[in-house]
């Protein structure tokens, strides 16, 4: 079973809406998040990390994450067309910082 | 310009070949990794090396061999190349601090005939 799970696998918002992604880990060893993105024809870039409980504010981007439930968030507001990318939920592990594992991504578009 | 740089861009071989990958990062960075990305464009990791010690080896065949002459550089090789091992593969380079974010190259896109 895949550790780290994303939805939905792909999400359709309007030029300046409002785009929600998911992100659940089954495995409590993976508690330290992060977000990256990833434009047609580049490696991935790191969008934020999070690794509290709570919200994480950086600029259009929100990430929010509760430990309990080991459910993690993104939200970006005022969708951009250059936001159209696929998204990223990595998980690393308390007891290995270096294994991190990728979920299988949302795929966003952003429509102008 | 600090950065990770992969080289080739794309390769393309047949069945039953080796190739070599090569991987460079300026960034000053400890850390360094290489991922497969399927078809699917799903991302995995294959393996960690931290100041030229392999830290990270995850289930992969035996003919994927990583080579590390300085924390600044890891290479790739494969052995006798199968057609799933068409992918593309990133290489990535972090901190020396513990849950870092990574940075990753460009990537080399395999085609296995």
């Known amino acids: 079973q895949q550790k780290v799970q994303q939805s939905p696998e792909s999400l359709s918002v309007p030029e300046g809406g409002m785009a929600s992604l998911n992100c659940t880990s089954s495995?409590?060893?993976?508690?330290y998040f992060w977000w990256y993105r990833q434009h047609s024809g580049e490696g991935p870039k790191a969008l934020m990390s999070i690794f509290s409980d709570g919200d994480k504010k950086e600029g259009r981007f929100t990430a929010h994450l509760n430990k309990a439930s080991l459910h993690v968030s993104l939200h970006i507001r005022d969708s951009q067309p250059s936001d159209s990318a696929l998204y990223f939920c990595?998980?690393?592990?308390?007891?290995?910082?270096?294994?991190?594992?990728f979920g299988k991504g949302t795929h966003l578009h952003v429509l102008p | 310009e600090t950065a990770v740089f992969q080289t080739p861009n794309y390769h393309v071989t047949q069945v039953g070949n080796e190739v070599s990958f090569n991987c460079k990062q300026t960034l000053g960075h400890d850390t360094m990794y290489w991922y497969k990305q399927d078809s699917k464009k799903l991302l995995k990791i294959m393996f960690s090396?931290?100041?030229?010690?392999?830290?990270v080896n995850e289930t992969v065949p035996r003919r994927f061999s990583p080579q590390s002459s300085d924390k600044a550089h890891l290479n790739l090789r494969i052995k006798s190349v199968e057609p799933e091992d068409s992918a593309v593969y990133l290489c990535a380079s972090s901190p020396g601090t513990y849950y870092a974010e990574q940075f990753f190259g460009p990537g080399t896109r395999l085609t296995v005939l």
């Open positions: 090396y931290n100041n030229k010690q392999l830290i």
């Open positions: 495995d409590r060893n993976f508690q």
């Open positions: 990595a998980a690393s592990e308390s007891t290995n910082a270096y294994k991190v594992i």
